[in-house]
């Protein structure tokens, strides 16, 4: 079975810790380095995307993890983690890890009154998907390699890009574990 | 609960999920806000004075100029929670209005209300309130707040208060979980809370919102101590801009607070800080200058 890592600087990575439990999975909490040794797939959470860049990099975790993706790792990023796995970032503009070809805006609804749950299609499966979107930021355009997974409001909010997986949305924020156990599927094809 | 079908409760409690393991900073101005940004803060908490000083200097603590504030959300990109005085609905609109993130119902400011808080249900904006044990807890969650800090005793720089708060907290938590359905009734009376949110806490050995610690963190252990102790977060309000380098204690503090169990990583945080805030002997203020007790 596989093993996954949560990043734990900041942030929700309890909520996705139980969103694995229901699968019937544990993980690991990852803070440094060497926390990442032994796993096939990581999870960004939500949280502070500045505060986990700053750690990540007083640590040697934002190398580490370039080189995990490098080496064939998968990395799952929601609302801040696909903020950091980004190629490019603005409002403002800020350094991430490169790893899935969009351009992305911080905060793009606006500020807290502006979170909203909404429920919205994916091509992944019949039923629509519930959204919880928080601060979220806006997928503003993706490169050719990117597929759109699902889209709310005529932006995508749920993308892939080979063993990248990012949603602007927190699936670990409601009760159906769909997204994770697709992430788990895409582990098992590799 | 019906609470936790309702989408405008969701994202309120998102967004104190996403505090969660952070540091959420006091600041008084737009220079300060982007040192605490900086430092790796996932939060800052706007007010006028910080609360050492509002308790030196007295007078009417209010709600921070809207100017003030407004400087401080166009200076950094995370989340912007203000101040407003205990009751006091009005302010509260007024911060709305400003689009802030999250309201701090404080007992640090004056209290406008001495009977009644706000009724927080009635934003859409969240809120967080402080508590002292769990039934001053579960009685704000009642009203509405989405997230619950313990109160310490700001201003002080002295943890005891925090550590009593939260172990009251953790420990009447745990007791209600070994308590038997019958017992809940007369429970929730002893508490003055409301028996379903009692429930409610029983079966889930946890409070429904999350449950941070303030009041009196001064160093990157005081921080590592109240996260063992069963914070999820930590928010320092005089211990930063109060010490002799502000920019590095903030953050020795954010990296003592994500590695709260790694003494090793906690103890390389606590080197070479400067003094920190001077604080105060708790059992030196007298009972009508403490502010935990604003509230009920």
Known sequence: MARIGIVAIQGDYQAHAKGLERLGLGCTFVR?????????????????????????????????????????GALFGTCAGAILLARDVRGPRQESLGLLDISILRNGYGRQLASDVHTGPTKLRNEPL????????????????????????????????????????????????????????????? | MDLMNNNLWRVKVGLAEMLKGGVI??????????????????SVMALERVPADIRKEGGVARMAAPRIIREIMEAVSIPVMA????????EAQVLEALEVDYIDESEVLTPADEEHHV??????????????????????????????????????????????HMRA????????????????????????????LVSWVARNGKLPVPNFSAGGIATPADAALVMQLGAEAVFVGSGIFKSADPAKRARAIVRATTHYKDAKIVLEASEELGEAMRGLDVRQIEEKDLLQTRGW
């Open chain 2, 119 to 164: 009724w927080k249900h009635g934003f859409k904006v969240p809120f967080v309130c402080g508590a002292r044990n769990l039934g001053e807890a579960l009685r704000r969650i009642a009203e509405g707040a989405a997230m619950i800090r313990t109160k310490g005793e700001a201003g002080s720089g002295n943890i005891v208060e925090a550590v009593r």
């Open chain 1, 130 to 190: 519930e959204m919880v979107f928080i601060r979220a930021p806006i997928i503003e355009s993706i490169g050719e390699k990117v597929e759109v997974l699902a889209e709310d409001g005529g932006h995508p909010v749920l993308v892939r890009q080979a063993n990248i997986l990012a949603s602007t949305f927190h699936p670990e924020l409601t009760a159906d574990p769909f997204v994770h156990q697709y992430f788990l599927n895409m582990l098992a094809q590799r």
């Open chain 2, 83 to 90: 101040k407003v005085r205990i009751g006091h609905f009005a």
């Open chain 2, 25 to 42: 900073m006091d600041v008084t101005n737009a220079e300060q806000a982007k040192i605490a940004e900086e430092a790796g803060a996932c």
């Open chain 1, 32 to 72: 440094r380095p060497p926390d990442i040794d032994g796993t096939q797939g990581i999870i960004l959470p939500g949280g502070e995307s500045t505060t986990h860049l700053k750690i990540m990099k007083e640590e040697g975790l934002f190398d580490a993890l370039k080189e995990f993706a490098g080496r064939g």
């Open chain 2, 169 to 196: 907290i953790v420990g009447q938590i745990r007791r209600l979980t070994t308590l038997g359905e019958e017992e809940l009734v007369h429970e929730a009376k002893e508490l003055g809370a409301p028996f379903e």
